[in-house]
């Protein structure tokens, strides 16, 4: 599965982004999804992630209440909706798609990555 990601951009702090990540083949919508990012000088950290059927999402404590993930099986594409952004939201951002169909917060069950866009929040 090839995945692609975009949408990032430069927004002023209090903005909104939505991310979007398209897989290559159908059997995306077999595959739990995730959104991960990376800081400068930080380590790649899980932002949400939702189940095959979307039924089921996680996310990390600073997304809860400003980001929702969801997806499109007929499209391929998983969003990112990214409100009331901060500076410290500022990083690369991933689409993975999980080897399991569940909303999985294990990095290691994460099997295909998306080459990464880039999100620059402005004080």
Same mark, same amino acid.
């Given at each position: 599965?090839?995945?692609?990601?975009?949408? %990032?951009?430069?927004? $002023? =702090?209090? +903005?909104?982004? /939505?991310?979007?990540?398209? @897989?290559?083949?159908?059997?995306?919508?077999?595959?739990?999804? %995730?959104?991960?990012? $990376? =800081?400068? +000088?930080?380590? /790649?950290?899980?932002?949400? @992630?939702?189940?095959?059927?979307?039924?089921?999402?996680?996310?990390?404590?600073?997304?809860?209440?400003?980001?929702?993930?969801?997806?499109?099986?007929?499209?391929?594409?998983?969003?990112?909706?990214?409100?009331?952004?901060?500076?410290?939201?500022?990083?690369?951002?991933?689409?993975?798609?999980?080897?399991?169909?569940?909303?999985?917060?294990?990095?290691?069950?994460?099997?295909?990555?998306?080459?990464?866009?880039?999100?620059?929040?402005?004080?």
């Amino acid at each position: 599965v090839q995945l692609q990601a975009s949408g %990032g951009g430069l927004v $002023q =702090a209090g +903005g909104s982004l /939505r991310l979007s990540c398209t @897989a290559s083949r159908r059997t995306f919508s077999n595959n739990g999804m %995730g959104w991960f990012r $990376q =800081a400068p +000088g930080k380590e /790649r950290e899980l932002v949400a @992630a939702i189940s095959w059927n979307g039924d089921m999402t996680r996310y990390v404590d600073f997304a809860k209440g400003r980001f929702t993930i969801s997806r499109d099986n007929a499209r391929n594409t998983v969003y990112l909706q990214m409100n009331s952004l901060k500076p410290e939201d500022t990083a690369v951002y991933y689409c993975a798609a999980s080897r399991t169909a569940y909303s999985t917060s294990r990095y290691s069950d994460y099997r295909y990555w998306g080459q990464g866009t880039l999100v620059t929040v402005s004080s």
